[in-house]
């Protein structure tokens, strides 16, 4: 589905891919580690979306709704949203 997806799991995650509608796939990261709300599962949350046809990468709003496109580069191995900093957070936390 994803030719090449840029980033590594981190230690302890992997990541899951999914169909979402026809030229969209959800890519999900899971963390590993064990939960007692939901009986030992792995937890998924949604890392963002990938466009097969157009080949590019979008954030998310949230797990059923597309964002924004952003270039792979400002995205990490745990998330495709891009923090929405003032300038004085930006100064404080250099990315």
């Known amino acids: 589905m994803i030719p090449e997806f840029p980033h590594k799991a981190p230690k302890g995650y992997s990541y899951e891919t999914e169909s ?3 030229n969209i796939v959800a890519i999900w990261i ?3 580690r064990k939960f007692d709300y ?4 792995d937890v998924r949350c949604i890392w963002g979306f990938y466009n097969s046809k157009t ?3 979008f954030s998310p709003v949230n797990s059923k709704t597309v964002g924004k496109r952003v ?3 400002d995205t990490t191995p745990y998330s495709a949203m891009i923090p929405n900093l003032t300038p ?3 100064c404080m936390c250099p990315r």
């Open 20 to 22: 979402f509608k026809r």
């Open 30 to 32: 899971l963390h590993h």
């Open 38 to 41: 939901n009986l030992g599962g």
């Open 55 to 57: 080949k590019e990468y």
């Open 71 to 73: 270039s792979i580069d």
């Open 88 to 90: 004085l957070e930006q």
